[in-house]
């Protein structure tokens, strides 16, 4: 029996993707087009992975720059100005999930692992009305399947009763990891491959 949700949070709860692409294309407008579209491509692939990891990821490996931890923050916070304000707004919310979440939050204990800067998750959650929702919400620097296994060992939950809900490989990954169920959602190509949730009203 499920009894404890562990959500994704872009393209999950909210329909972000579009705004943070723009944003990357923002951020390195300076740069080859070229080099930002192979950005952009492994930024959607990569939906549950952190902005850090993408900008570290841009210039480590489209560019073969190094790139020091004082840069890769400075350009984690420029992206957070293109962003944080924007999603902050009711239009960004999935409205299938937002529902679900407000008439289970009661039956479920709920809780947020998302690869957005948690200082930005926190923020938006909060203009968005959804912290009273959910028991934890955490997110990057820290790595997905690290606060998946510090939910499970902080709440001390059954592994056979947790699950994870989310919209990429990453969030796949990070349940395997922990050893919980992943739940797909929003993206078709994860549709008959794991578990996969078309209309909350259908799930559980």
Known sequence: MIKNIIFDFDGVILNSIPVKTEAFRKLFDAFSKEKVDKLIEFHIKNGGMSRYKKIEYFFNILLNQTI?????????????????????????????????????YKNYKLHIASGADEEDLRYICKELA???????????????????????????????????????????????????????????????????????????
């Open 68 to 104: 020091t931890e004082k840069r890769v923050v400075e350009y984690a916070q420029r992206y957070s100005k293109l962003t944080k304000e924007e999603l902050s707004k009711n239009k960004y919310l999935i409205v299938d999930t937002l529902n679900f979440i407000k008439e289970n």
């Open 130 to 204: 959804l912290e009273r929702y959910f028991l934890s919400i955490n997110g990057s620097p820290t790595i997905k399947s690290e606060i998946v296994k510090n939910i499970l060992l902080n709440s001390n939950y059954k592994k056979d009763e947790t699950i994870l809900i989310g919209d990429s490989i990453n969030d796949y990954e990070a349940a395997k990891l922990n050893d919980i169920e992943f739940y797909g959602f929003n993206n078709n190509a994860l549709r008959n491959k794991y578990l996969y949730i078309d209309d909350f009203n259908l799930f559980i």
